[in-house]
């Protein structure tokens, strides 16, 4: 076995000099521990390299410092703990370091009416950087939906008025030839289009917010929609659900709006920055709308 000490090239000085706004590993498998679930998690962990001699980092030192998240709920004095360690075992190198730790928590979600349930997932990024601005942490979520549109609603009850003029043109009106009418395939002869659709999120989290409100954005989330993907479904849950996309007819602007003045309230958190994707059943593209509060350009 050789007895020489080992050679350190990252000590040696660099050839091509220069800093570096980010250097570090990704996809670094970490098992995490998010809204008490286990979640088969990603890391990206970096610092930067301001030395321009320096020939390079430590990794080693990055990849040892993440075992403080394993199996641990996941928190931002947590996150800021590493980052810490990271700059640390830096000093003379760095002044910036980052850590991004992703992956897709399950939640389970009650069904609409009968008593059952089921697990959903929710893929999330959590951004954390620490540089000479202080600690900032980004929330990244992704939360589906169902949405129908709310033009192709009014086209399709114009051509089910229609249907009912020619149907009820030379007979009786009468309620039961109404109501037997309304309950046959003429009666829904036309019906708008609807598709399923995402709202992705970005939230800075306020500083001193620890707890990551990953839940709580997701029941904030649903709720403001008003139709949530669906896990467990019996014929009850399917009726309630197509009670709930007619009674949330939606554009994607107005699945944006509802959105903004939702996360408008949520606590905790001090800027944001949505885009809602409606991959739509009527034509081979998506619709989309974006918005934004407090977000600015400053950092990605
Ligand atoms: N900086 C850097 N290191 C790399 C790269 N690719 C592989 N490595 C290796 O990463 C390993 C870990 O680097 P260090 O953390 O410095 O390992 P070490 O020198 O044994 O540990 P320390 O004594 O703590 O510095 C080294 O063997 C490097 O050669 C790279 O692109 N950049």
């Given at each position: 076995m050789n007895r020489l000490p080992l050679?350190?090239?990252?000590?040696?000085?660099?050839?091509?000099?220069?800093?570096?706004?980010?250097?570090?590993?990704?996809?670094?498998?970490?098992?995490?521990?998010?809204?008490?679930?286990?979640?088969?998690?990603?890391?990206?962990?970096?610092?930067?390299?301001?030395?321009?001699?320096?020939?390079?980092?430590?990794?080693?030192?990055?990849?040892?410092?993440?075992?403080?998240?394993?199996?641990?709920?996941?928190?931002?004095?947590?996150?800021?703990?590493?980052?810490?360690?990271?700059?640390?075992?830096?000093?003379?190198?760095s002044s910036n370091a980052f850590l991004d730790l992703g992956g897709e928590v399950l939640l389970k979600r009650p069904a609409l009416i009968s008593p059952l349930a089921g697990w959903k997932g929710y893929p999330f990024t959590l951004h954390c950087r620490r540089d000479d601005q202080g600690f900032e942490a980004i929330l990244d979520l992704t939360v589906g939906y169902s949405s129908t549109c709310p033009c192709s609603a009014a086209l399709s009850r114009q051509l089910i008025q229609q249907a009912f003029d020619e149907d009820f043109t030379d007979m009786p009106v009468s309620r039961e030839a109404v109501r037997a009418w309304l309950g046959s395939e003429q009666g829904i002869l036309a019906t708008p289009h609807s598709q399923r659709s995402q709202a992705h999120l970005s939230v800075r989290l306020a500083e001193g917010q620890d707890e990551l409100p990953l839940l709580s954005l997701v029941d904030r989330t649903e709720r403001a929609l008003g139709t949530a993907l669906q896990t467990a479904v019996k014929r009850i849950d399917e009726q309630a659900f197509a009670l709930a996309n007619g009674q949330n007819l939606m554009f994607c602007e107005d699945a944006a709006r509802r959105l903004h003045q939702a996360l408008r309230e949520q606590p905790g958190t001090d800027g944001f920055r949505l885009r809602v994707v409606h991959a739509e059943s009527l034509h081979a593209h998506d619709a989309v709308a974006r918005s934004e509060w407090n977000w600015g350009e400053g950092r990605p």
């Open positions: 050679e350190d090239i990252a000590l040696a000085p660099a050839s091509c000099l220069g800093t570096l706004s980010w250097v570090g590993m990704e996809h670094i498998a970490l098992p995490l521990q998010v809204a008490g679930q286990g979640v088969i998690g990603y890391a990206s962990a970096g610092v930067s390299l301001d030395d321009p001699t320096a020939r390079g980092i430590h990794m080693s030192r990055l990849y040892l410092a993440l075992a403080e998240l394993e199996e641990r709920e996941l928190s931002l004095s947590l996150v800021a703990g590493v980052l810490k360690n990271f700059l640390d075992s830096h000093a003379e190198l």
